[in-house]
């Protein structure tokens, strides 16, 4: 399983001179990643997290999720609690060879994906819908959860409101 880590990203304009930073960096990225993963690029199923957005529009709750080579029939979506599960796996269909390959960055394997749903969320009521390797997932919000607007009353006379 491949290891992520917080990684310092360096200003535009990095101080050439700050050696024991920089080799602090090295150092740490060498030792966050096995050497049998660094050296022969494999790459295990821990590897591919599909992209997600979460959003509340008008009285919805949605979650999109970037999806693109993944069949739908091979998604499962199960909600536990306030919590939304989406798990499946993008496979490899051809094989490259080794000899007539030149490059191969797109990543494959299983994924899960939990999203947190925010309270009032109608859990029995969640939808999904796949449109061009965007799966799109929607719960209506309860009339609880919805927010409403409150009306200011004035003072009338002219009273001052202490402060």
Known sequence: MAIRSLIRRDSYNPDIFNFRRNLDDVFSRLLT?????????????????PA?????????????????GVKPEEVSIQVHGNELSIAGERKQEL???????????????AFERIVPMPEGVQSDKVEANYHN????????????????KILIKSAEGGKKLAA
């Open 95 to 109: 094989a490259p060879s080794e000899d007539r390959s030149f490059q191969q960055e797109i990543l494959y394997g």
């Open 33 to 49: 990643v096995p050497s049998w993963d660094r050296w022969s690029g494999s790459q295990t199923n821990a590897d591919w997290i």
């Open 52 to 68: 997600v957005e979460s959003y509340i529009d008008q009285n919805k709750f949605h979650v999109r999720v970037a999806l693109p």
């Open 133 to 148: 390797g965007v799966l799109e997932v929607s719960a209506p919000l309860s009339e609880k959860a919805i927010p409403r």
